[in-house]
């Protein structure tokens, strides 16, 4: 389930954080957005349309890439997290979703947020409405703090992310919250009051072609940052490769 199943850590023993990340002047708040809980596919979903209507995006979406996190184990650690009852916001999902923006001028943002970076700065932006940290975050920021790559080695909870470029990903992703449901056909978290998502060749589920993943379906770095163009499922990038991987896709 989309943002579901959060765990406290179990004996996993996170670390303490590196620092407090309570934001300062956000620039956006989440409010601007549509979030339910617990579906964290379809909140990213309408916030990437919601980037564009607002021209924070490009009018395309060039600019954003959705990213679902997960792993073979279905068992994701992550930090700073709002659903979290522990310190530092531990938590294990089975999956997570967020948006990446590639290149984000700093001076549009300034119009409508008086932040605290060099004008003219440009930035690649997550935007995580699950996260403790600042909304808008930066990439480097999120990575350092809510991903800690390497924290796991080699372990099961090594994150894999599935990359799909957003003006794919508005086309061709489907969700009929099945997933949502339990054995009795009973909602295990409420579902959003708005219409079920269909993809544009009226394909109605395919959430489960996102969450799967495995190590095995990580490719070479240059033919994943060309490929993700064309890709409906988007590219899989394991944490140690992430920030170079974002790092050739042009800006």
Known sequence: MADGRAAGGGNLSPPPPPRSAEPSN???GTSAFTHTPYYCEENVYLLCKELIRSGIA????TDLYVVFISNEEKKVPLWYQKASRTDGGFVIWDYHVICIQKAFNVIYLMCIWKSRQNKGEVLDLVWDLDSSLPFPCSFIQYISDAIRPLSF??????RLFRVIHAPIFLRSFASDRSHMKDHAGNWIELPPKYETIIAEDGTTNNLNEYIAMSMGDVKGLESMANDVYSSKHGMVINETILPEFFSR???
């Open 26 to 28: 956000p620039p956006l």
């Open 58 to 61: 490009d009018p395309a979406g």
């Open 153 to 158: 080695g080699e372990s099961i909870y090594r």
């Open 249 to 251: 896709l042009p800006r």
